[in-house]
């Protein structure tokens, strides 16, 4: 039976992060509790209190202290998790933004020895940009092979990183990587300055760039591409009425504040009868 690690890195300093994170954790609790080869770690940068510790632990989170790294990305230290020596023991190791929630199980959806991440939603880095920044790194110029997943603009591999597995035997390695080139893009002068369409800087996606990166430089594992329904952006597109996702990714307090409560019951779980159109 493959053996399963979901973590997430919660920043306790900031309380939204917590609250995000209980949810989350609350609802892999409730859609993983009868399977027991899924284990739910809840990271926290620095020393979490004890309070919150237990909370977690009420609902079948491990829950471990992470050094924080001295990254002007601050988003980066999710991958902290990545480096913990207890995952060995594992097959695949998830890590998900703890601004997430799990509807049902989805180990069917994983692959074993793959990298498995959505391609993002829309162009938060341009094409032009990310076609830029492999030329500087020697790797050319590779197809535009993919879709951004809800406005369709084309694109090379590109991913949203709020979601993505990996073999567990290479996520040591992985996290190094992902650590070395997210420092060396935030230190590209050029980059500091450019906007997307959307008026975002886009090396505030330094995280994002450098699986793409990584990708083109040979340094994942095989990529296998998730679906909407393993990463599905609630604050993009409306919850179908049928074939509810597995991972809704809900981006921030205010689209759960407004569009979750038309389809969570009071507990903060999916209602079968009150679904978004």
Known sequence: MTK??????????????????????RSLHRAFCS??????????LGVGSSSAKQSLKTFGAEPVDLCQLPLEHGPSNKLRFLELMDLRSYDIVGLLDCDIFVDRPFSDELI?????????????????????????????????EYRTSVSGARTVMYCNSGVLFIPANAAPA???HWLTEINSLY???W??????????????????IAL???????LLPTFRPLGNSMNYPMHLMPVPRDNLPYILHYHSDHVWETLCLECFN????????????
């Open 4 to 25: 399963i690690a979901i973590g997430m890195v919660i920043d306790e300093r900031d309380a939204k992060y917590f609250t995000q994170a209980s949810r989350l954790v």
């Open 35 to 44: 399977v027991p080869n899924v284990h739910i770690f809840a990271c926290f």
């Open 112 to 144: 074993v020895g793959a990298f498995q991440a959505k391609i993002a939603d829309i162009e938060t880095v341009s094409l032009t940009t990310l076609v830029s920044i492999l030329r500087k790194r020697g790797i050319g110029t590779p197809p535009a």
């Open 174 to 176: 992985f996290a190094s």
């Open 187 to 189: 230190s590209e002068t």
């Open 191 to 208: 980059l500091l300055d450019r906007r997307n369409n959307y008026g975002q800087r886009e090396r505030s996606f330094c995280d994002q």
């Open 212 to 218: 793409t990166v990584l990708h083109y430089k040979g």
């Open 266 to 277: 009071s507990d903060g779980f999916i209602s079968k009868q009150r679904k978004v159109s």
